[in-house]
């Protein structure tokens, strides 16, 4: 970059905050959270934020498009890997050596090849509903058979039930897919949680991934665990994926790591043919440098707005429609909403989307305990949830 350019990243960054585009300017935009529904949907389903980009991955971008530098990656520049790593550091005492780990395409690609290598073709891979739904498909796509393993839920929280864990893997399973935090609840887990785990999976010989694409959006107060951090038995057996695709809204640019402790899954990665690197987007590598190093304000900027937006949802939940009930997690900007009181069904993403013009995920889609929840992002103005909220009771209150 010029030195003009890095003062100018300098000066953003310093007055950055989560600025929501207004609403021509989001539905300018071309991704998918705009496009897939006309106008008058209001679209709060994907997650993607409408939050304005962080100043600092702005203006890197635009350096580049400036001196037209949209060739491929370079997978030798470990820079995107070090801002990664000394992201790790500051915010969750981990340091993971850069050498150990490895690019990829996106998150999606990071599991479906991992698994693709801990697994022999038909071997059971858990997961643990209510969970990211393509998470089905990257253990199909992975050549392996999904074991369902529920999350406790207490009515309040969502925890893992290590005992169903342990009995799928001895069942034969022969690895873990986990979502840490989890999407759609927020779960954020334990330290002594995941410990526990990493215990029962070695007992067993198995191995984990463990998606961490949320982990940069934790909430405050809230205290996110890297899996490879929790004890010798997880270094040597997991892999994590991460990614500032979510911290940062950069989904479209296409960069993801792989990150490992151990020798062995260390050799691994290295092994993985090159083309699984070279299929990063150059501007994802730049966009996730820039977030991981410089983009740390907007990010905890972004994180207040989604906890305010959180609170918001709350009172309009309380004041509008009471019998909708908010499981608020610590982490993401994925709200997980229980409309089972309603009487809408399995699926009332599918009711909301008919009657009151608002597009959720329905709750299904992330397995059996979904059914009777939809799922509603928040990384939007907070006129977006209210507005979201009254259409929804205005569409009830006219069914009667
Ligand atoms: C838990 C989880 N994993 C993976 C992904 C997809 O990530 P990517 O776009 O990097 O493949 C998402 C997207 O929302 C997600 O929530």
Not at 1 to 10: F, G, N, R, S
Not at 34 to 46: E, G, I, R
């Amino acid at each position: 970059m010029t030195d003009a350019v890095t003062d100018a990243v300098t000066d953003a960054v310093t007055a950055a905050l989560p600025a929501v585009d207004p609403i021509d300017d989001l539905r300018a935009r071309e991704s998918e959270k705009w496009t897939a529904y006309p106008a008058d949907v209001l679209p709060l389903f994907v997650a993607e934020m409408d939050f304005a980009l962080a100043p600092p991955i702005k203006a890197a971008l635009a350096a580049a498009l400036e001196r037209s530098d949209t060739g491929y990656v370079n997978i030798r520049d470990l820079r995107t890997a070090q801002a990664f790593a000394d992201f790790a550091a500051d915010r969750w005492d981990w340091r993971p050596r850069v050498e150990a780990m490895g690019y990829a395409t996106d998150v999606s690609t990071v599991v479906v090849e991992g698994l693709r290598r801990l697994i022999a073709p038909g071997e059971g891979v858990v997961i643990t509903p209510p969970v990211y739904p393509p998470f089905w498909d990257f253990i199909d796509e992975a050549g392996g058979a999904v074991v369902e393993v529920p999350m406790l839920d207490d009515g309040t929280d969502y925890a893992l039930d290590l005992d169903g864990i342990d009995r799928a893997l001895t069942a034969g399973a022969r690895a873990v897919l986990l979502c840490n935090p989890g999407n759609p609840t927020g779960t954020v887990h334990s330290r002594e949680t995941l410990a526990e785990l990493s215990r029962i999976v070695a007992r067993h010989g198995a191995s984990v991934i463990s998606d961490e694409i949320h982990a940069p959006l934790v909430h405050a107060g809230a205290t996110f665990t890297p899996y490879l951090t929790v004890s010798d038995e997880a270094r040597d057996h997991a892999i994590v994926a991460a990614s500032g695709s979510k911290a940062f809204n950069l989904a479209g640019l296409k960069t993801a790591m792989f990150v490992a402790e151990s020798e062995r899954m260390a050799a691994l990665i290295h092994d993985l043919p090159e083309e699984v690197a070279v299929r990063a987007g150059l501007y994802g590598f730049i966009a996730t440098r820039e977030g991981f190093s410089r983009g740390r304000d907007w990010l905890d900027a972004a994180i207040a707005t989604v906890e305010a937006n959180l609170a918001v949802l709350q009172q309009q939940l309380d004041d509008h429609l009471p019998g909708v009930r908010l499981r608020r997690g610590r982490a993401t900007y994925l709200a997980w909403l229980d409309f089972s009181a309603l009487g809408l069904g399995d699926d009332p993403a599918e009711w909301i989307l008919e009657h009151a013009n608002v597009a959720l995920v329905g709750g299904p889609a992330f397995g059996a305990p979904g059914a009777g929840f939809a799922r509603l992002n928040v990384a939007c103005a907070p006129e977006m949830i209210v507005e979201a909220v009254r259409r929804i009771a205005a569409a009830l209150a006219k069914r009667g």
